[in-house]
């Protein structure tokens, strides 16, 4: 099999991208640095690195996408029995939530049992974008607008800079669209929170470049190949920067 084919089906990037890590010198065959295009390798026996990390198909790797309803817990197991997100999904290999959406708030949220993608999803570094639907019970005024998209004091810590847009007024409430490279507890219904709003609907319409597509509330479905490239391709690039 071809290196860089290799490298894109184990999901470290796309085929064109993987190309571009191996003339960098970021992959290494059997301990011996390949930075050449057109390498053959025998899937079966070779080791291959990235970044001195060992790469494999990853063919135990699950990835589910989730448009996760309102009214059910973010967590593997719930102390007050109430609905988590694993009770909705009909597999029986153990997953788990990448970050958290709070009980009320709704939408995208991938789940997989890759725990080296997960922490880089998590990480802070890595400033992943998450972008939420957000309807708050009366009109935004311009001012505190402005402050929220340059970042308020939470926790004694400034928040990063997000943009923040109107979409439209509904019954003298504004309908918003934020988008966050951060992910605190609460920190979308908090922010607002403190300039006297209150959230009444929170959706997240994308999380580092997942979206739902078709998907309805509590419907689930595996990423693609080509998404799970795509996203350690972004988490590849961020870290870059």
Known sequence: MRLNKYLAHA????????????????????????????????????????????????????????NKPRGVVTTASDEFDRTTVLDLLAIPERIYPVGRLDYDTTGVLLLTNDGELTNQLLHPGYESEKIYRVLIDKIIRPVDLHKLQKGIMLDGKMTISCTIKELRRMDNRSYLEVMLREGRNRQIRRMFEDFGYVVEELNRVSFSGLTLGSLRPGEWRYLTKDEVAGLKERMHDEYQE
């Open 11 to 66: 999901g470290i990037a796309s085929r064109r991208k993987c190309d571009d890590l191996i003339l960098a010198g970021y992959v290494k065959v059997n301990g011996q640095k390949v930075d050449t295009l057109g390498a053959l390798i025998d899937e079966t026996k070779d080791e291959v690195t990235f970044k001195d990390r060992k790469v494999t198909l990853g063919e135990d790797y699950i990835y589910v996408l989730l």
